[in-house]
Structure formats: C-alpha cells, structure tokens
C-alpha cells in the first residue's frame, strides 16, 4: 500500500524554538494532506488542510502565523511550530490524499515536547 | 455537541468476548463513515468501512443507521491483540474532511 513518511517521530525542545516536522508521500502524488493534532486521551483534531501550491486552509482556532505550513510540491508537505511553547507539546500526524475520494494515508506522527 | 461521539470507555473484556461500540454523529450530511484502530501514540489505521447495508470482515462487523446517526462496532472472539483505541470516523458531504471521534478504549485480557 502506499506510504506516507513523517520525520522527526520524536522532537524535545527549548520554548521559544522553531521546529519543522515533513510529511511525505512516498510512492504517489499527493493533491491534498492534512496535519492533526492529538492532546493525550483526545481524539485527532484537524488542524489545516494544504493543497499542492495553494495556502492552507486552517480550522477554527488554529493559528495560522504560528503553524505555518508549505505544500510546494505534490509529494511534501511541512508544518512549523514557530516559537514552541510548553502547550504545543503535542502528537502530531499528517495525512495524504491522492484525489477527492482517495484512501487517506497517515504518516507515523511526531511527538512534540517543549520544555 | 461534538461532531462526532464515542463512549470513551475503556471495556475490559476477557479472550473470546465478543464487545460492541456506538458512536453517533451529528451532520445529516455526513457521507463516509469509517473506524480506524489507534494504537498507542502511533497513526491511526483504517479497519474498515462502514456502508448502511452493514459489512463484516472476518470477526468484525459494521453498522450504519442513518435515521439515528449512529454507527456500530461489534468484534466477536476478543484476541489480546485486539486491543486498542477504536476511532469512529465520519466524512461531511461532499467533502474529504475526516472528523474523528474521542475513541474507546478496548482492553482484552487473558
């Protein structure tokens, strides 16, 4: 089946910094991906959904100056926490569409800890 | 209320129980629905669809009302390997947007 790769799995850092997590769709071109959000013992909360060379649409809530995201080709997208802080820390998954009615494919995730 | 509901659980169910989850749904208008399995702090992954006609798929079942907006699970003969967090998933119309619920919490034990 295809396969959606997402690096870093794990990041630890210092409040203030910036991290970069990517998503890539490894063996198909992905038109749409999605990035989520996951606080322990909640469900997946959709953060934006980013389509290949537009800007990401964001959810309600969601701040779109600090979770930037770049979708500039059809096989990665990013997200970048911009100055983390302690409440970013968080699981966060991607996911990867092919077309509208496409199977979803989702990354591994990267745990997010900010000290 | 939320989009999507889940009974969180967590069922704790003996090897060979057979165990059922409910989640109901909010939008009318939702079209797909779906359950994944979430093991701990890792990707979601699809179990299966869920069509109003009802689908099985070896010891899992799926149900789908719509009238009542609630969608089933039922595993029969519980294994250890069973457990998991189950995740009730409903795409809105005409859309791919996927909404998950909270997920319940399913621990079968020896």
């Known amino acids: 089946g295809a396969v959606v790769s997402q690096h870093p799995s794990r990041v630890i850092c210092k409040s203030g910094t910036s991290v970069k997590i990517e998503c890539r769709s490894l063996?198909?071109?992905?038109?749409?991906m999605f990035w989520y959000r996951q606080f322990p013992k909640q469900s997946l909360m959709l953060m934006a959904t980013?389509?290949?060379?537009?800007?990401?649409?964001?959810e309600q809530g969601v701040e779109k100056d600090k979770f930037l995201i770049n979708h500039a080709s059809l096989t990665l997208s990013t997200l970048t926490v911009t100055s983390a802080h302690p409440e970013d820390s968080s699981f966060y998954i991607c996911?990867?569409?092919?077309?509208?009615?496409?199977?979803?494919?989702f990354g591994s995730g990267t745990q997010l800890s900010v000290l | 209320r939320k989009e999507v509901e889940q009974d969180p659980g967590p069922f704790n169910v003996p090897e060979g129980a057979t165990v059922a989850f409910n989640c109901t749904y909010s939008?009318?208008?939702?079209?797909?629905f779906f359950w994944y399995r979430q093991d701990c702090r890792k990707e979601p992954k699809l179990l299966m669809s869920v069509y109003s006609s009802g689908n099985e798929d070896g010891r899992f079942t799926a149900q789908l009302n719509r009238a009542s907006q609630y969608i089933s699970l039922l595993i029969r003969d519980s294994k250890l390997s069973d457990s998991a967090t189950y995740l009730c998933?409903?795409?809105?119309?005409?859309?791919?947007?996927?909404?998950f619920g909270a997920g319940t919490i399913l621990r079968v034990k020896s």
């Open positions: 063996d198909f071109q992905a038109t749409t």
């Open positions: 980013s389509n290949e060379g537009s800007k990401a649409t964001y």
């Open positions: 996911s990867a569409q092919g077309g509208t009615n496409e199977k979803l494919f």
């Open positions: 939008n009318s208008a939702s079209q797909s």
């Open positions: 998933v409903v795409v809105a119309g005409g859309g791919n947007k996927l909404v």
